[in-house]
Structure formats: structure tokens, C-alpha cells
């Protein structure tokens, strides 16, 4: 048996393990105790850690066949470019071989909080966070027009989903999924590696 199929075995194996364990959890989670609920959440938890991991495996898989990024969002009931933004590993034109740069730390929970920000017109903490370049291209009077005027164009926000972070040329990348009164749209924060904002904006989905 190959390294491979050592793993698969044991990854299905503490799949079926814990999520048994979930079901006999949920279905005997009335005794009324709180250890009990909090062993519902970390076994759902490990479940859920075990599937984005099989999840990750199964997509490099699905593309060494030779399956494309459209059919893996299909499948994944999302679009092409969300698909490969989440699990796709951009390499160099030139040498083939996947940039070294990481990510900003934490900066999916950053990124949210600056949208919150936003919608809030909590103006003074955004330029506080702002580049030189952001700062100088939204003072104050500019910013506080943008949320109004998206929100003039798409309706009124209503969700979000979570956000995918990719790093590109020095920079973070934060895509979160939203929706708007008026349809879907892709809100994005770029930070810099001080953690300043460099980009801030909503999209079109797969822009």
C-alpha cells in the first residue's frame, strides 16, 4: 500500500471515527450538562478540520486528472475564480515554480473588520490604517462618500460570507463574498506588509 493510501485510510478513518462520535454526542446531548454541548462543538469542529483538509487533497487531485477550475467550482457550487483563489497556487510565468511569499497573519479577520468599519463610516479608523497612497487618494470628504454611493448602486447590504486570502507581489489580498440587496458582489482589501491598508473596494464577482 503506497503513503498515499496510508493517509487516505487514516484520514477516512478519523472522518467516520468523529463524526460517529457527533451523532452519538447529538443524539444523547439532552442529560442537560455543559461538557456534553461542548464536546458537540469540538467534535464538529475536528470534523470540520479533517474535511476542508480532504476537501484541499481532493481538489489537488481532481486537478492533477486534468479536471479545470470551472468544474471544480461547479462541483463546488461556486464560481471558477473563487475555486482557484481558495485553492489554487499561482506560479511564476517564467520559472513554474510557486511564489514564497505568506500572507499577512490574521489578515482575513483584519480585512472584515475593516469592511465593518466601512459600513459603519467609522471614517477615522480606516485612514488611520490607510498607506500613504490610500490617504492621499480618499481624504476624508471622498471616503465618506463611497459606502452611500455603492449602496445607491447595488441596494442595501445584506451577508457575507468567508473571506479568501491570497498573497500577490508583496501584498495580501482579502476577497470576502457579499451580498447586496441588488445581487452578489466581491468586497476586497489589499494590506501591505506593515499591515497598512494598500486597496479598498467592492467588485463585481470574479473581477
Do not use: C
Not at 477615522?124 to 462618500?145: C, G, V, Y
Not at 448602486?153 to 451580498?179: F, K, Q
Not at 452578489?184 to 486597496?199: K, N, S, W, Y
Request: zero cysteines.
Amino acid at each position: 500500500m503506497t503513503r498515499d493510501a496510508d493517509s487516505d485510510d487514516a484520514m477516512a478513518a478519523l472522518l467516520g471515527d468523529t463524526a460517529a462520535a457527533l451523532g452519538d454526542a447529538l443524539r444523547h446531548g439532552d442529560a442537560g450538562h455543559v461538557p456534553a454541548e461542548l464536546n458537540t462543538v469540538r467534535l464538529a469542529a475536528r470534523i470540520r478540520a479533517v474535511a476542508d483538509d480532504a476537501l484541499q487533497r481532493s481538489v489537488v487531485r481532481a486537478r492533477g486528472s486534468g479536471h479545470t477550475w470551472q468544474e471544480i467550482g461547479d462541483a463546488l457550487g461556486t464560481s471558477r475564480q473563487a475555486a482557484f483563489q481558495r485553492f489554487g497556487k499561482p506560479v511564476h510565468p517564467r520559472t513554474g515554480v510557486p511564489p514564497t511569499e505568506n500572507p499577512l497573519t490574521d489578515a482575513g479577520r483584519l480585512a472584515l473588520e475593516v469592511l465593518d468599519a466601512w459600513m459603519s463610516g467609522r471614517d477615522d479608523e480606516l485612514i488611520a490604517k490607510f498607506d500613504d497612497t490610500m490617504r492621499s487618494q480618499l481624504p476624508p470628504d471622498k471616503l465618506a462618500q463611497t459606502w452611500p454611493r455603492l449602496t445607491g448602486l447595488v441596494g442595501a447590504y445584506e451577508s457575507r460570507r468567508d473571506p479568501i486570502v491570497r498573497p500577490l507581489g508583496g501584498h495580501t489580498i482579502v476577497n470576502v463574498p457579499m451580498e447586496f440587496e441588488g445581487g452578489p458582489m466581491t468586497g476586497r482589501v489589499v494590506f501591505d506588509t506593515a499591515g497598512r491598508i494598500a486597496g479598498l473596494s467592492v467588485l463585481q464577482p470574479g473581477v
